[in-house]
Structure formats: C-alpha cells, structure tokens
C-alpha cells in the first residue's frame, strides 16, 4: 500500500467476490510499516481488494483487481491511495443552464497532471473524460467538448505524480445538473431550480421515498438497496441507516418510516462521515416532494408554494427555522441554510438544502 511512491501503515484492506463492497468478503488484513499485508483463503479467479486509508486524509477507496490462481500463493499489484483535494466548479448540487461546462480545480502539490471524468448519475459510462484513455492534463481546468443531455452528473479530478500514481483525488461523488437550456436557479430570479433527471428523486411523504414504499422492512431495504456504510441507533425502537454523506433512512420496529436527504452537505460531522466506508447509490441524487417542492428553493418560494400549511418558520429562537408541514401520514421538515447574495436577504437568502421525512406510524 502506497502514497506517493512511500508506504502506508495501518490501512485497511478486504478482498471481495466483485468490484462491489457488498459483495463477498474473503478476508481483511491491516498494512505493516512496509505497506505490506496477508489475506488468506481467497478462492481462485478475478478478485478485487479495496483499501482505506488509515487517516481522515486517505478518504478514498482504492480499488485493485487481481487474478487469483487455482493453487498458489500470489502477490497483489501494488495499490495507491490518494489524499483528498478541492474541487471549485461546478459546486456541488449546482444547476446548469449550459451543456458544456468548463470544469475547475485547486492545484494538488507535487502534482504533475490530472484526469478528470464526469459520469451520469446511475451509470458507470463516462460521458466525457479526459487523461483516461487520452493524454492526462497538465492545467487545472477542462473544457467538456461533447452536450451533456439535461440530468445530473457526477464529476471527479484525479492528480498523479511523477511516475503516473494517484496521488490525490477530488471528493466523490460530487454531483451536478444539465438543466437544459431552461433559465439558472437563483435566489434573485425567483425561478423554481431544475429537476434532477429521472423520477428517482421523487418522494411522496405518505407512500414512498425514491420509490422504496413506507413500511419496507428493514432487511427488505438491505437486500434492494445494498449495505449501508454505517449504523445507529438513537432509540431501542429505532434504527438510521446511512448511505453516504448525505443519506440516512429511519426505521422504528424495522420499519422504513423516513429519511434525512441533503442535496449537498454533511449529515453527520465531517470527520464521521470520512470515516465511513463502502459504495452508496444515493449519493448525489436530488430531492423532490410531490407538490413541487425541490432542493435548492428558497423559504420564499416555499411559503408562496404551501401558505398556511407551513408550520414553525416563526418560532423565535436561536438558530435557523424550524418550518415544517404535516401530511395524512407523516410530517416534512425542512433543512434550511442561509445562502448571502448581494441585493438579497431574508427568505429570499435562506435556501432549502435538505429534507427530513418521519411517518407517524410504521
């Protein structure tokens, strides 16, 4: 296990079945001071180790695949991890109202070229790439060439050293939309933001969340959805699963009864959350309730949406609004962060980045 041609203590390592964290695991084993480790009982064809840092640093996982022979003994290909650097545009959540955004990133020391991929959400194919397959860039800045179809993208920026290793790597996944032409999200304009693409983003508070109806047991929510990356338990009666950085399920008597979605953030602290291990397939997903309201409106746009229905905003007391509206079945709460822009202030300012979601009854 490497950083930068120099090995790494400490780093977790686990062989599995498949290029998926869920998928069967053979064994884990902890590197030495040389970066070295031992997994036995790993049984012959294709295999994958996926690594993870021993410090908040090393927040990626890095993925190796190796063929294991029938009857021997083998030496796993060398793996580098990569430290986390920043991403400048587009910002995470944000929307587009051009189809070929120019791409921009902070400078990785010690860099000598980077790679960069921007991959839409639910497929593995990139759309466009750059230092793949072709020469890798030595600025800090790609030009997409190619229309990116109106939907939401990932994107990420990988930066090699002078012996073509990974070295760092932006944050992923971050996510953003191709509106398609139609007029940019603001606080100024008044204009409801662009829908993620794809009707799994949808949520109806008294039915389904992404699709996955209220009431799913708990181990049918696993067996569709994958192993959550971690685990809590606020209550004896009730269980949180967390997918990602911004996805947590609530279950009570091992019944899906909600959800806390950020569109772009932390649920929990940051040094959690990097802590936390394994694929998600929700990260960089949107949020959009059945009565229009989406991530990335303001509390104006919200209020003018819901009147009298919304409850809470004008509690006083420290801190943000708590406002809120109750359905037949459950009551939506929303995650609300102020967003300074010149000219603008007040409710037009406080922008809706998250949702939370609790039925009142399993």
Known sequence: MLWNEEPVAGARVVATSE??????????????????????????????????????????TAVTPFQMPGAASIVAPDTYLCRKFDALAPEPGESLAISRPLLRWTVYPGAIDYAVRVIPVGQ???????????ARLPATTAQVDVDLPPGQY?????????????????????????????????????????????????????????????????VQFVTTQGQ??????????????????????????????????????YILDIRLTEALSGPSTFEGRGWRLNNGIQGGMSLAQIKKTLGDKLLGCANAGPGLPRCYFTTAES????????????????????????????????
């Open 154 to 218: 990932n994107w990420r920026v990988d930066a090699f050293n002078g012996q073509g290793h990974i070295i760092g790597c932006t944050q992923y996944p971050r996510s953003f939309v191709v509106s398609g032409g139609r007029p940019v999200a603001s606080a100024q304009s008044g204009v409801s933001p662009a829908r993620a693409s794809g009707a799994g983003d949808d949520i109806d508070p008294d039915r389904h969340i992404y699709g996955v109806p209220l009431g799913t047991t708990l």
């Open 228 to 265: 959550p990356m971690g685990e809590l338990h606020p209550n004896p009666s009730e269980a949180v699963l967390l997918y990602g950085r911004s996805h947590a399920f609530y279950f009570r008597g091992d019944r899906f009864v909600g959800a806390w979605i950020r569109q772009a953030g």
């Open 331 to 362: 009551r939506v709460e929303f995650d609300v962060l102020p967003r300074p822009t010149p000219g603008v202030s007040g409710d037009e300012s406080t922008i809706a980045v998250g949702v939370i979601i609790k039925a009142r009854r399993p």
């Open 19 to 60: 290029y998926n964290f869920s998928s069967t695991h053979y064994g884990e084993a902890t590197t030495d001071g040389n970066g070295h480790f031992s997994i036995s009982g790993v049984p012959p064809g294709q295999k994958f180790l996926y690594a993870f840092g021993n410090r908040p640093e090393y927040w990626v």
């Open 124 to 134: 593995n194919m990139s759309a466009f790439s750059r230092g793949d397959r072709d």
